[in-house]
Every structure is written in C-alpha cells, then in structure tokens.
C-alpha cells in the first residue's frame, strides 16, 4: 500500500522530466535552424529577420508547452575575407500545469543557443 503513491510520484517526476528534456531538445534543434537561416541571408537584418522566422516555424505545432518565444540573433562580423560568425539563442517557457506535483513551479524557462560561421567569400554582411 506505501508503494503505491511512491510508485505515482517517481513516475509523475519521471514525466516531468521527460517533457523538460524533450522541449530542450526542440529548442537546441530550432536555435540550430535559425543559424542556418541567418548564415544563408545577404544581410545582418534579413539574417535576423529569416533566423526568428526559422526558429518559430521549427517550433509551431510540435510542442504545445513552449510559450513566449523569444529569438536571440549576434553578429560577429570578421573583417574582409575573414567572415565572422553568427549566434542564436531560443528562450521560451515551458509549461508544467499537465503534471499534478507539489513544489514543481508552473512553468520555466528554457534556452537554447547555436553558432555558425558566416561565408568569408561572398558580399560583406551590412547592417
């Protein structure tokens, strides 16, 4: 009879878990994908522009736990020749009000962040 509720509890906690690593994960994967939209743009502003679009169409309907998307784009531009790079950080809030658990906060935020080197031959990246 005691191992039952103990039983619930490690498998509430279990899902718990589970569902966190799993957004972080979809996060890591469109930080990711808004670098490589950024490292395809001609500019720093459509870069921008193509990275907060990438990371929120990675994300649309394959989580109903992330909320408040926000979007993260730098530019390290290198001088002539040199390239720079370019990094993408993806926060969001993670909700948790599916699973029933005293003390578990009713939601968090999450972050991911993903870099990539911009082309050092091709047009420099304006503004």
């Known amino acids: 009879m005691i ?5 619930v509890l490690l498998i509430t906690v279990m899902v718990a878990f589970g569902e966190l690593q799993l957004a972080k994960e979809r996060l890591a994967t469109a930080a ?3 670098v490589q939209a950024a490292v395809l743009a001609p500019s ?15 994300l649309a309907g394959r989580t109903a736990t992330c909320t408040d998307l926000a979007t993260d784009v730098r530019y390290e531009l290198g001088g002539p020749g040199t390239g720079g790079r ?3 950080t993806v926060r969001c809030r ?12 009713g939601s968090v935020v999450l972050s ?5 080197p911009l082309d050092p031959f091709r047009n420099p990246v304006t503004p």
């Open 86 to 88: 370019v990094g993408v």
């Open 32 to 34: 990711q994908s808004a």
């Open 112 to 116: 991911a962040s993903a870099t990539g």
């Open 3 to 7: 191992l039952t509720p103990l039983l």
């Open 44 to 58: 720093t502003a459509s870069g921008t522009a193509a990275a907060q679009t990438a990371a929120s169409a990675d």
């Open 94 to 105: 993670a909700s948790l009000a599916g699973i029933f658990l005293p003390g578990l906060p």
